[in-house]
């Protein structure tokens, strides 16, 4: 494949994962990259001098896009910003996700590092974790900030997708770090997805053969990201990884509840799918179904009370719809300011798809609501 600016193209040639997910996977993933690659090549409109510098924040690349420096004026903001693709696919470096970050960086005149974690099949989870965190870490520092002009108490961690993820998964890491001295002041999450417990929520009943993200491709995602075996895929999605009588899965049973968490509108007439005997092994081979820094929508009360104001924003047509306004109203109960951005009439990955003739005011829509949000909150 051509493609000058994905510099990420290792999935072709896994080091450390099996060789056979991608096989199954990989028409999935050409036709997606086909289209980041095709995206790339339209190059932005815009003529702000945003000054992208492409460095290493302790052992992780990033790309930092700086607004010009104008004389006397105070400190910037600053956006840490996690791309999405299923923790496997993009890059901070491709225009679809170039483009965004510059765009906030313009739009807000704000400081906006995006991090270039490696990617499945390069490493899996926790290193995409590790990536983020270790890098978010890096610029929190007094000096760091101060060499970039940001003032330490308004910035945000930020992502779409399985960026979303992580952005969530670091928040609560830096939450819980006692000795940290900057902390984030505001998470804004895009169409996160943030558990694995249950594949049969609402939306991901509603929308199991949704194009852009089908429920058998997300599961294939989660599969890749814990190195895990395809096989895994028949049993996780009746939910027998976390049948009744599987008792690792009990304490985290009350905490993603959809017939609680759930307003009536969105479960609809959709039925809970509980298995009363199921496979107790999948947990034991792969415990990081559990594991919050994978799946932080399971984090207990105590840490979601540690969140900063929260932004999250939703797609009806989409399969993560209701994972992310559960975390939306678990983190409302722990007393956490949220603000949940439903959009009626959005499909997954809209937001960076502003360029994708047929849903050209989707894109715009979402992005500009949540710049927006961004503007005013930060
Ligand atoms: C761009 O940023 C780098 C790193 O902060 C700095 O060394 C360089 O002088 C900047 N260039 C411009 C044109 O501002
Ligand atoms: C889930 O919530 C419903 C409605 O509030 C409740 O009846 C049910 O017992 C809950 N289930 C669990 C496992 O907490
Ligand atoms: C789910 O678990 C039940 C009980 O162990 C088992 O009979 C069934 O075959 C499992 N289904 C899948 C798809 O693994
Ligand atoms: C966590 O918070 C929810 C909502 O406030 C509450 O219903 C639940 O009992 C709490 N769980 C624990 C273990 O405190």
Same mark, same amino acid.
């Given at each position: 494949m051509i493609c000058s600016e994905v510099t990420n193209l290792s999935f072709f040639f896994p080091p450390k994962c099996h060789l056979i997910h991608y096989l199954r996977l990989s028409h999935h993933l050409i036709v997606l990259n086909y289209l980041i690659c095709t995206f790339d090549k339209l190059k932005s409109v815009s003529s702000e001098p945003i000054n992208i510098t492409d460095v290493v924040f302790d052992g992780v690349e990033v790309r930092v896009f700086e607004p010009p420096a104008k004389q006397d004026e105070p400190l910037k903001r600053s956006v840490v910003y996690i791309h999405g693709g299923g923790w496997a696919l993009a890059s901070a470096r491709t225009s679809l996700y170039n483009n965004l970050c510059r765009i906030m960086a313009e739009s807000l005149n704000a400081v906006v590092v995006s991090i270039e974690y490696r990617l499945v099949p390069e490493v899996c989870f926790p290193e995409q974790f590790h990536d983020a965190l270790r890098a978010t870490k890096h610029f929190l520092q007094p000096d760091v900030l101060a060499e970039y002009s940001v003032d330490p108490n308004r910035i945000a961690i930020s992502g779409d997708s399985a960026g979303g993820n992580l952005a969530a998964a670091v928040c609560q890491q830096l939450s819980k770090d006692? &000795?940290?001295i900057v902390r984030p002041k505001l998470q804004a999450l895009i169409y996160p997805v943030l558990q694995a417990f249950d594949f049969n929520t609402p939306s991901y009943q509603q929308n199991m053969n949704m194009p852009v993200l089908p429920r058998y491709v997300m599961i294939n995602y989660w599969i890749d990201y814990f190195n895990?075996?395809?096989?895994?895929a028949h049993s996780l999605l009746i939910n027998n990884h976390t049948a009744l009588d599987v008792h690792q899965a009990l304490t985290f049973r009350g905490r993603l509840n959809w017939t609680s968490l759930l307003p009536s509108s969105f479960k609809k007439n959709y039925k809970p799918v509980v298995q009363t005997t199921g496979n107790a092994e999948i947990i034991q081979e792969i415990p990081a179904l559990l594991d919050v820094r994978a799946v932080?929508? &399971?984090?207990?009360n105590e840490t979601l009370q540690l969140q900063p104001k929260t932004y999250i924003l939703t797609c009806?047509?989409?399969?993560l719809r209701d994972d992310g306004v559960m975390y939306a109203k678990r983190l409302e109960n722990a007393g956490v300011e949220v603000t949940l951005d439903h959009f009626d009439d959005c499909f997954h990955g809209c937001m960076i798809f502003t360029i994708w003739p047929t849903d050209f005011s989707a894109g715009v829509q979402t992005r500009n609501s949540y710049i927006k949000w961004l503007d005013e909150n930060l």
């Open positions: 006692e &000795l940290l895990g075996n395809y096989d895994l932080p929508l &399971l984090a207990e009806e047509n989409d399969v």
